[in-house]
């Protein structure tokens, strides 16, 4: 009965957002076209996730099943006439939704094991400038959102499940500042942001902290379609708030595929990530991503698969064995664990009127196995070496997407979110 009340209850506040989000939308003026073809204006969205999952063994050989509403997201965009001035922002509602977080086997981070964190309430905030001076276009980024480095936020990706290596191939919640350079199939990025993680979902990080930690990014377009990126990042603390834990280098490399195939919608995307932990100058422990995923859609109808092998620390586990030790030290870790996970979804969108409704199943298989020789036993622990998941749901939103979160001013495709 609980998870039958709140699925009920995730239904119903889904529906809310739809509705405010579709009366307020009404009261906004309609994107226009300037004379250069570009639109402007103010576009607004809500979306959210009903998502029910069954995954086993969860802990010591038993099953469990849950139901939530995940990812409701309320998002803006506007567009100055001329193109130059840009501004989006996005609100994320899993504080609310997901207190003790999601069922997704192999995620960590900020707390959280086995369970996917909920998001800041204030996900991004930023503002960009554009000039262009001697041939070379030139964009300033400031606010609150995602460092250069890196692939897209997952939740802008195909699958509803998150990629073990969320905190090895993003850097995300931040105060940041970023300037892009481009000219011609080369863009450049540059940021600087405060390295601390967030601790809660009203966490809106230390201001204080602001340029302690660094990112670039270059990102070459060689052909229609094709996408290459490289960065390097330099993140002070992230999981001691005070500046009192482990360093974090961070090294990316990815190349994405998004041909025009006629009445067939293809995407594909190649990541490589490697984070290595550093106190006082001397590392001590290194972690690294490798990810293929792809998705082959034709009118309504779109089919996904995913294959991940990621390594992770074993940190100390609270009573509840969802939880983690916060602020996060180097005697905190008991091993690494290494996931190797394939991932088949399937999914047919429909639409009602303004509403996008679309209806999906998503299973997992996963492998995971300790390789560092410390006191975490994955078989001991779960019951089993080998862990299913099965996800059923639908994602349901109005008005615009942020289709590229994480990339601002000149790195979005077209200078901007689409």
Do not use: C
């Not at 809500?46 to 969860?58: I, K, Q, R, S």
């Not at 195909?158 to 105060?175: D, G, M, S, T």
């Not at 979804?345 to 996008?356: D, F, H, I, K």
């Amino acid at each position: 009965m609980g998870d039958l009340a709140l699925f009920v209850a995730a239904r119903a506040a889904l529906a809310a957002i739809a509705l405010g989000t579709t009366f307020a939308g009404g009261a906004v003026a309609q994107p226009v076209h300037d004379r250069n073809g570009k639109t402007s204006g103010l576009r607004l969205g809500a979306h959210g996730t009903l998502l029910g999952t069954y995954a086993t063994p969860v802990l010591g050989g038993e099953a469990a099943s849950e139901a939530y509403l995940t990812r409701p997201v309320l998002t803006a965009l506007f567009v100055g006439a001329n193109g130059r001035l840009r501004a989006s922002g996005t609100l994320n509602l899993e504080g609310w939704t997901l207190v003790d977080g999601e069922l997704n086997a192999g995620m960590w981070g900020e707390g959280f094991v086995d369970r996917r964190h909920p998001h800041t309430f204030l996900h991004e905030l930023v503002a960009t400038g554009a000039i262009s001076l001697a041939g070379i276009d030139a964009s300033l980024t400031v606010g609150r959102g995602f460092a250069p480095f890196g692939t897209d936020d997952p939740m802008v990706r195909p699958f509803v499940k998150y990629p073990v290596n969320h905190h090895l191939a993003q850097i995300l919640e931040r105060w940041v500042g970023i300037v892009a350079l481009r000219r011609g199939p080369v863009i450049v990025e540059a940021g600087a942001f405060n390295g601390d993680e967030p601790t809660s979902p009203e966490s809106l990080g230390e201001v204080d902290r602001f340029g302690d930690s660094w990112a670039l990014r270059a990102t070459v377009l060689p052909l229609a379609g094709v996408e290459v990126q490289a960065s390097r990042a330099y993140v002070e603390s992230p999981e001691h708030v005070g500046g009192r834990g482990l360093d974090h280098r961070k090294w990316s490399a990815s190349a994405r595929y998004e041909p025009g195939l006629g009445d067939f919608a293809a995407y594909a995307l190649l990541e490589w990530a490697r984070t290595d932990e550093y106190a006082d100058g001397r590392r001590l422990y290194a972690f690294g991503t490798w990810l293929v995923e792809g998705a082959l859609g034709r009118d309504r109808w779109r089919f996904a698969a995913r294959w991940e092998r990621s390594t992770r620390p074993e940190e100390e586990r609270l009573l509840d064995p969802f939880r983690t030790v916060r602020p996060h030290h180097d005697d905190n870790i008991n091993g690494a664990t290494r996931w190797v996970t394939w991932t088949a979804r399937a999914e047919r969108s429909v639409t009602v009127g303004g509403l996008s409704v679309t209806p999906f199943a998503e299973a997992s298989r996963i492998t995971v196995a300790e390789i560092a020789g410390g006191i975490f036993s994955p078989t001991d622990f779960y019951g089993d070496e080998k862990l299913w998941s099965l996800s059923l749901g639908a994602r349901i939103g109005v008005g615009s997407v942020h289709d590229r979160m994480g990339r601002y001013g000149l790195a979005a495709p077209g200078g901007t979110h689409h």
